[in-house]
């Protein structure tokens, strides 16, 4: 990748720009396990010589597949990858993007209208889907409660990082991060994969990022299933969260390295021969980039595993605050807990009756276990787990992250669960 820079178009798109635009779009589909039909080919290529508008791909769309489905022929998928296709192209060639809630929403509205009828609404039910890569296995996802308030504090946190601070190791696991909070929130009923890469695309160009489209065209499915190795999490058979394969996509994406990025790897289980994901760089990474054109700076040695950088020891005057990760709290349902909480000593139906929910397996398996897993709550009698009297409460590393939440948005959350 060359350096980074500012990628604010103007004019019209040229060929070139309209035919990666829908490279990319038509790769995109297979996010979500779709794949386009040859029609969309000859009509897109039309589209990028000039000779027709994207207008006009979209009325030869609809009239194409009125035929086929009145002499019942019709390929729903195909009909759905063709038209979302047509759409996804439109949205990458403008150069509009809102980074909020309300812009997500628009965006799904943007990308599934004519093919979902609840197009741009969220999610109106509870979700499990099984997944290839897991060996059957599903990813848990948000509880459909939580859906707009956990949406509007990851896009608020992520606004607020500080990219001109981050070294680019430390961007792509940012990045990862992000990307896969906000998959697993699965704000939408349908097209949760496509829409969120959509997103992430507008969001990377408008943040400066220069990169080319191809590894979202020709990855999507490895994404997807990044995605999901990036959320599940299974102790009783030795699996744990593997945000490793997502921040590889982003490597190549934004550093030019040459991971292997088919899904063999990303199993769950793979073959002895698929157990180990190659990078075809002759080192690790190209370290020659900077991720922000502000910060460039040069790698004196190429990175050859990928390790957290350690936090600076805080001055010897001070007492050193504990410290929270962001696997944990960045869980919106552990946010939810952690303030439910607050400086309480209360019962699992006490906690619950706060959270307004009625499953203890759902509350035990996707709130509690999570935060006590991740040092922010912790028993009253950790010896004891059946305790007649047991409660729970925050650890001196909860009551930390309670107070980086802020009043404001602790105050936003308490309104939202008493609504429920």
């Not at 394969?245 to 994406?253: K, M």
Request: overall charge neutral; some cysteine; glycine content about 6%.
């Amino acid at each position: 990748m060359s350096d980074i820079v500012d990628n604010n178009r103007k004019g019209k798109p040229g060929h070139s720009e309209t035919a990666a635009a829908w490279q990319t779009a038509i790769g995109l589909q297979a996010a979500d396990g779709l794949s386009a039909s040859e029609y969309i080919w000859q009509v897109s290529r039309k589209h990028i010589s000039g000779s027709i508008s994207l207008e006009q791909v979209k009325e030869s769309l609809n009239q194409y597949y009125l035929d086929r489905n009145a002499h019942d022929a019709g390929d729903p998928e195909k009909e759905e990858a063709d038209k979302v296709s047509a759409n996804i192209a439109g949205i990458l060639l403008s150069d509009s993007f809102d980074f909020s809630t309300e812009g997500l929403l628009s965006l799904h509205r943007q990308i599934f209208e004519g093919v979902y009828e609840n197009a741009g609404a969220l999610r109106d039910r509870d979700v499990s889907i099984r997944e290839w890569v897991l060996g059957g296995d599903s990813v848990s996802f948000m509880s459909v409660e939580n859906l707009r308030t956990s949406l509007e504090y990851a896009i608020e946190k992520e606004r607020n990082y500080q990219y001109e601070m981050a070294s680019p190791e430390k961007i792509i696991t940012h990045l990862a991060g992000f990307m896969a909070g906000l998959w697993q929130i699965c704000p939408f009923n349908d097209g949760n994969s496509r829409v969120i890469a959509v997103f992430t695309i507008l969001y990377l160009r408008s943040l400066g990022f220069e990169f080319d489209n191809e590894v979202f065209a020709n990855y999507a499915w490895y994404l997807h299933n990044a995605l999901v190795r990036a959320n599940y999490r299974d102790i009783a058979k030795h699996i744990d969260y593997a945000p490793i394969y997502l921040e590889r996509f982003f490597r190549n994406l934004l550093l030019g390295e040459k991971w292997d990025l088919r899904n063999r790897y990303v199993h769950v289980r793979p073959a002895a021969e698929w157990s180990v994901q190659p990078n075809r760089n002759s080192s690790a990474s190209a370290g020659q980039v900077s991720i922000k054109k502000e910060t460039k700076k040069k790698q004196e040695k190429p990175a050859e595993k990928h390790e957290p950088e350690k936090p600076a020891e805080p001055p010897k005057t001070k007492v050193k605050e504990p410290v929270v990760e962001d696997d944990c709290s960045d869980n919106p349902n552990v946010l939810f807990l952690v303030v439910t909480l607050g400086d309480k000593f209360l019962s699992v139906k006490e906690i619950m009756d706060g959270l307004h929910l009625k499953g203890r397996d759902s509350f035990l398996k996707l709130y509690l276990a999570p935060a006590v897993n991740g040092g922010l709550v912790s028993p009253l009698y950790p010896k004891a787990p059946r305790h007649p009297r047991q409660k729970y409460l925050l650890t001196a590393k909860g009551l930390a992250f309670l107070k980086s939440i802020g009043p404001e948005m602790t105050a936003r959350i308490q309104q939202h669960l008493a609504s429920r």
